[in-house]
């Protein structure tokens, strides 16, 4: 069947996939509990009835916070089934930030899912007179629970209700606002992105031409439903019939990996960094041949190419997939055949042994304001160091003379909400969307990203310095974590660097450093030292300006909670550097 708007993916449930017993899976009371199809299609129908009984009207918004969950698609499909706009919000953002989205919004209703939420958003809903009621997802007393607009819409349904949702739905257009999403931004509040049904739809129909898998593969989701990256996934999966499991966390989602056995999932560049280091961790931990096994597979992988390698490194390889390889992809469940990677840049070194490996990594790219699709790789056509093709013909990209890439397409949002001036500067007069985003197309089909625009700055020398090339080459280092390299309007590069504890900690044990806290160990001269020959180490394959000079290592872990990293885990660059500022102005003391 055709979808146009998004709410029409429930049909295919009630014809296509109508015996599927697992569209969602959810970890609840110790194990995993299946929602069927016919769940789904009741949950979103009596929820739709729900919202119209309690007088929604088109255009009106219900604003969510919540964990990953099958009930926030029933939510999400019964809302925006009857014309009421889904404002979807991080669960992890500050008290300010939440203030702003829910007044700016007008959402009337908020539904987050667990007490901790509900203590927390509360007294900020209570000074906005827009919403008049908070609903949670799980089941606590005296509190309203979202079944509560369920049964009110099971209770009524009639022949009368049913029509009128109909004419509801049919009086939907693709390019009416489905939902409003607001970016987490490093910099500032967030914006309100306006993305219409047809936004997604257009690219449903792409990916599903892409994604070699069907309604007998198994998804797992862990990245967060508001991401419009997880988001555009969500929906692809569900076109498609793949069912979807939602882990418990991402603490645990190793284990929820190994019991689901997913075949495919999306994830943001950190966390696969975050597997790799510890893979690299249990290796050094080996001995004699298994250690010079395992690190020659890793060489090996790290080569890897789809053409033009020998028959003696395809014989070499098939070994190391038996022999190291295979380990690998037992412990992300043995049935991994894609992982999709998106939301910031992939170390190329990370998609080369992974893809040796047998579990491809295919690196995209695109914004909130793009919904997201702008570029993919994909199993026919991938190249390294690139993030793909476009997705479909009918989007144009375009590099300013500045290098920055423009984008045209199906999936450029409407606009930022109550935002015309925004909107405005980020979209030209001719239509072009400033990405702001630096970028070039290598033979003339693949996009390969440089850097943000705005991140990248001038030495006191006339050279301009990318920093995300040089943090990306740096995180290679199993001593470091997180790094913001800086600069501006001096005479040479320095960083500030976040290491990575648990592994220096492990060194630290090794070479029995004795200190009681992390501020302690970090001061240690020996620590210090052992970090700085990373560093030097690594500044050999940058260019002359792009080398770090000198660094500052800090006792932080820079997390979300703390601030220095967006719910993306982007780095919030701006705060980074007002936490350090008067340490790092000692770099630049002559």
Same mark, same amino acid.
């Given at each position: 069947?055709?979808?146009?708007r998004?709410?029409?993916?429930?049909?295919?449930?009630?014809?296509?996939y109508?015996?599927?017993?697992?569209?969602?899976?959810?970890?609840?009371n110790?194990?995993l509990?299946?929602?069927?199809?016919?769940?789904?299609?009741?949950?979103?129908?009596?929820?739709s009835?729900?919202?119209?009984?309690?007088?929604?009207q088109?255009?009106?918004?219900?604003?969510?916070?919540?964990?990953?969950?099958?009930?926030?698609?029933?939510?999400?499909?019964?809302?925006?089934?009857?014309?009421?706009?889904h404002?979807?919000?991080?669960?992890?953002?500050? +008290?300010?930030?939440?203030?702003?989205?829910?007044?700016?919004?007008?959402?009337?209703?908020?539904?987050?899912?667990?007490?901790?939420?509900?203590?927390?958003?509360?007294?900020?809903?209570?000074?906005?007179?827009a919403?008049?009621?908070?609903?949670?997802?799980?089941?606590?007393?005296?509190?309203p629970?979202?079944t &509560?607009?369920?049964?009110?819409?099971?209770?009524?349904?009639?022949?009368?209700?049913?029509?009128?949702?109909?004419l509801?739905?049919?009086?939907?257009?693709? +390019?009416?606002?489905?939902?409003?999403?607001?970016?987490?931004?490093?910099?500032g509040?967030?914006?309100?992105?306006?993305?219409?049904?047809?936004?997604?739809?257009?690219?449903?129909?792409?990916?599903?031409?892409?994604?070699p898998l069907?309604?007998?593969?198994?998804?797992?989701?862990?990245?967060?439903?508001?991401?419009?990256?997880?988001?555009?996934?969500?929906y692809?999966?569900?076109?498609?019939?793949?069912?979807?499991?939602?882990?418990?966390?991402?603490?645990k989602?190793?284990?929820?990996?190994?019991?689901?056995?997913?075949?495919?999932?999306?994830?943001?560049?950190r966390?696969?960094?975050?597997?790799?280091?510890?893979?690299?961790?249990?290796?050094?931990?080996?001995?004699?041949?298994?250690?010079?096994?395992?690190?020659?597979?890793? &060489?090996?992988?790290?080569?890897?190419?789809?053409?033009?390698?020998? %028959?003696?490194?395809?014989?070499?390889?098939?070994f190391?997939?038996?022999l190291?390889?295979?380990?690998?992809?037992?412990?992300?469940?043995?049935n991994?055949k894609?992982?999709?990677?998106?939301?910031?840049?992939?170390?190329?070194?990370?998609?080369r042994v992974?893809?040796?490996?047998?579990?491809?990594?295919?690196?995209?790219?695109?914004?909130t304001?793009?919904?997201?699709?702008?570029?993919?790789?994909?199993?026919?056509?991938?190249?390294f160091?690139?993030?793909?093709?476009?997705?479909?013909?009918?989007?144009?990209?375009?590099?300013?003379? &500045?290098?920055?890439?423009?984008?045209?397409?199906?999936?450029?949002?409407?606009?930022?909400?109550?935002?015309?001036?925004?909107?405005?500067?980020?979209?030209? +007069?001719?239509?072009?969307?400033?990405?702001?985003?630096?970028?070039?197309?290598?033979?003339?089909?693949?996009?390969?990203?440089?850097d943000?625009?705005?991140?990248?700055?001038?030495?006191?020398?006339?050279?301009?310095?990318?920093?995300?090339?040089?943090?990306?080459?740096?995180? +290679?280092?199993?001593?470091?974590?997180?790094?913001?390299v800086?600069?501006?309007?001096?005479?040479?590069t320095?960083?500030?660097?976040?290491p990575?504890?648990?592994?220096?900690?492990?060194?630290?044990?090794r070479?029995?450093?004795?200190?009681?806290?992390?501020?302690?160990?970090?001061?240690?001269?020996?620590?210090?030292?052992?970090?700085?020959e990373?560093?030097?180490?690594?500044?050999?394959?940058?260019?002359?300006?792009?080398?770090?000079?000198?660094?500052?290592?800090?006792? @932080?872990?820079?997390?979300?909670?703390?601030? @220095? %990293?967006?719910?993306?885990?982007?780095?919030?660059?701006?705060?980074?550097?007002e936490?350090?500022?008067?340490?790092m102005?000692?770099?630049y003391?002559?």
């Amino acid at each position: 069947m055709q979808v146009t708007r998004i709410f029409d993916i429930i049909e295919k449930f009630k014809t296509e996939y109508k015996n599927k017993e697992d569209v969602f899976s959810a970890f609840e009371n110790g194990g995993l509990v299946n929602y069927s199809a016919t769940d789904y299609v009741n949950y979103s129908n009596w929820f739709s009835y729900g919202v119209l009984l309690k007088g929604f009207q088109k255009g009106d918004k219900i604003a969510t916070v919540s964990n990953n969950r099958p009930e926030w698609n029933f939510v999400d499909m019964g809302m925006v089934s009857a014309g009421v706009v889904h404002v979807p919000i991080y669960p992890t953002i500050g +008290e300010e930030e939440y203030a702003h989205v829910l007044e700016h919004s007008e959402a009337k209703i908020l539904i987050v899912s667990d007490i901790d939420l509900y203590n927390k958003l509360k007294p900020i809903a209570d000074k906005i007179s827009a919403i008049t009621e908070i609903y949670t997802f799980d089941k606590i007393e005296g509190i309203p629970h979202w079944t &509560d607009i369920v049964e009110l819409g099971k209770s009524k349904e009639d022949y009368k209700l049913r029509g009128k949702l109909k004419l509801i739905k049919d009086s939907i257009l693709p +390019e009416d606002l489905l939902t409003i999403i607001y970016t987490s931004g490093t910099t500032g509040m967030p914006k309100g992105v306006m993305l219409s049904h047809n936004n997604f739809v257009y690219q449903l129909y792409k990916l599903d031409k892409i994604i070699p898998l069907s309604s007998k593969h198994k998804a797992i989701s862990f990245l967060p439903l508001c991401h419009v990256l997880e988001r555009i996934g969500n929906y692809t999966f569900q076109y498609m019939g793949i069912s979807i499991a939602y882990a418990e966390s991402i603490e645990k989602i190793s284990d929820n990996i190994r019991e689901v056995k997913p075949n495919v999932f999306i994830t943001v560049p950190r966390l696969l960094e975050r597997v790799y280091d510890k893979i690299i961790e249990k290796g050094k931990g080996l001995e004699g041949t298994k250690r010079v096994l395992f690190f020659r597979a890793l &060489d090996i992988g790290h080569n890897f190419d789809f053409k033009g390698k020998s %028959l003696s490194y395809s014989a070499k390889l098939k070994f190391y997939n038996l022999l190291i390889f295979s380990k690998w992809r037992e412990a992300l469940g043995g049935n991994v055949k894609m992982i999709i990677s998106g939301g910031a840049a992939l170390q190329e070194r990370l998609a080369r042994v992974f893809t040796a490996a047998q579990i491809p990594i295919y690196e995209g790219y695109g914004l909130t304001e793009t919904a997201p699709v702008i570029a993919v790789n994909h199993p026919r056509h991938t190249m390294f160091g690139t993030v793909g093709p476009q997705l479909g013909k009918e989007q144009e990209i375009k590099i300013a003379e &500045d290098g920055e890439i423009l984008f045209k397409g199906p999936n450029l949002m409407l606009g930022y909400y109550k935002d015309t001036e925004k909107t405005n500067e980020s979209i030209d +007069e001719d239509g072009w969307f400033h990405t702001g985003d630096i970028g070039k197309l290598v033979g003339d089909d693949y996009l390969k990203i440089t850097d943000r625009k705005k991140e990248i700055f001038k030495l006191s020398t006339g050279k301009y310095v990318a920093p995300q090339v040089i943090e990306n080459v740096m995180k +290679e280092s199993l001593f470091i974590d997180q790094l913001i390299v800086c600069g501006e309007n001096q005479k040479f590069t320095s960083a500030v660097i976040s290491p990575n504890f648990e592994f220096l900690h492990e060194w630290s044990h090794r070479k029995k450093i004795q200190y009681r806290e992390n501020d302690e160990l970090v001061k240690n001269p020996r620590v210090i030292a052992r970090i700085q020959e990373e560093v030097d180490k690594y500044n050999k394959r940058l260019g002359k300006t792009e080398r770090i000079k000198k660094i500052l290592v800090v006792h @932080e872990t820079w997390t979300v909670e703390t601030g @220095e %990293l967006s719910p993306t885990l982007k780095l919030k660059r701006r705060f980074v550097k007002e936490r350090y500022k008067e340490r790092m102005k000692t770099f630049y003391v002559e």
